[in-house]
């Protein structure tokens, strides 16, 4: 299996360009997640989907949109992108189940894309 | 208020060291779940352990074990027997009912092992 996959894996915009990370997972998975991260410091979620048909806003989500295109696939774009968007995106995705009558949903990731803009 | 306090920017230990890397929560939720995360300098995000707040023993993984103290709301990673390959980042993420059971992320320990 090759678990999460994202393309691409680095890319260079001019300032008001626009693109798609596209993001695929082959776990059966449920949910799926965008975060973004900047340099020293943890992820912050931008979108995230609880199953296909639905997406839901994260902590940092203006700027962006997303699909959940079916079951495997989740894409973000980035419709004029900014300089402050510069960073590297990782998609994930997770199962839900329970375990001793808690919620469980461990998210594994794919190996992130480094975007940046000029 | 922070949700996840990770107080170790960075760390240096000596190979085959056992390591404690400190998280600590705060959340009301009786129920909700710890997660941490290894980062290595190639950047990809690599799930290590997982505790929920209902089971009744510490969660353990290999090498990795978790020492989970609810009453001081802390889950420390304990990583024994330390190896050059777990330099890396190391980050708790914290998943509860009033986040939309979102991962709530700490800020990460930096973690250097010296051989």
């Known amino acids: 299996n090759a678990g999460v996959t994202q393309t691409p894996k680095f890319q260079v915009l001019k300032t008001g360009q626009s693109m798609t990370l596209q993001c695929a997972q082959d776990m059966n998975h449920n949910s799926m997640y965008w975060y973004r991260q900047d340099p020293g410091m943890g992820l912050r979620l931008i979108y995230y989907?609880?199953?296909?048909?639905?997406?839901d806003k994260g902590e940092v989500p203006n700027g962006y949109n997303v699909s959940r295109l079916n079951k495997r696939e989740f894409s973000l774009r980035l419709e004029s992108a900014a300089p402050s968007q510069t960073s590297v995106y990782f998609c994930?995705?997770?199962?839900?189940?329970?375990?001793?009558?808690?919620?469980?949903?461990?998210?594994?990731f794919g190996p992130g894309t480094r975007l940046t803009v000029l | 208020a922070q949700k996840i306090t990770q107080t170790q920017p960075g760390m240096f230990v000596q190979e085959k060291e056992a390591v404690t890397l400190d998280c600590t929560y705060d959340?009301?939720?009786?129920?909700?779940?710890l997660f941490w995360y290894k980062q290595p300098s190639s950047g990809e995000m690599i799930f290590l352990i997982y505790?929920?707040?209902?089971d009744q023993q510490n969660a353990t993984e290999g090498r990795y074990s978790l020492n989970f103290q609810k009453a001081r709301k802390s889950a420390n990673l304990v990583i024994s027997a330390s190896q050059l390959g777990d330099s890396a980042m190391y980050f708790c993420?914290?998943?509860?009912?009033?986040?939309?059971?979102?991962?709530?992320w700490g800020a990460g320990t930096k973690l250097i092992i010296k051989p």
């Open positions: 993420a914290m998943r509860e009912r009033d986040s939309n059971y979102q991962l709530i």
């Open positions: 959340t009301s939720d009786p129920s909700y779940g």
């Open positions: 994930a995705s997770s199962r839900t189940g329970t375990s001793g009558g808690a919620r469980t949903d461990t998210q594994y």
């Open positions: 505790q929920g707040s209902y």
């Open positions: 989907s609880a199953s296909e048909g639905t997406t």
